[in-house]
């Protein structure tokens, strides 16, 4: 059987984003950096204060549990949350902007 597959991932980490950033912005690439910094620090302490973070034209970070179920409801309680997790939804402005993406076959080596 065959599929499609993505390739060509690149990396590009909090330092590019910075710099990239301060080229398109008045900041600097230090205050860039530092306020990107601020929102990963921001955003873990919110979802554990039980908020759902939206940023607007970005998208939406809530918590959601793995748990344990049971026919019996007296059997349910804080032990049957086993992990939380994070999720992310994409805003429909990221999602436009993906649909614009162009899809090319490329040569496989």
Do not use: C
């Not at 950096?33 to 970005?58: R, S």
């Not at 748990?67 to 994070?86: F, G, M």
């Amino acid at each position: 059987m065959w599929f499609p597959k993505l390739t060509g991932s690149r990396l590009m980490n909090l330092r590019d984003v910075a710099k990239q950033l301060a080229k398109e912005s008045t900041l600097s690439e230090a205050d860039v950096y530092a306020e990107i910094f601020g929102l990963i620090n921001l955003i873990p302490d919110k979802l554990l204060d039980w908020y759902t973070v939206k940023l607007d034209g970005f998208g939406s970070f809530r918590l959601h549990a793995k748990v344990e179920t049971s026919d019996d409801p007296s059997k349910i309680d804080v032990r049957s949350i086993k992990e939380l997790r994070i999720s992310f939804k994409p805003d429909n402005e990221i999602k436009k902007s993906l649909k614009k993406a162009t899809i090319s076959k490329s040569k496989k080596e």
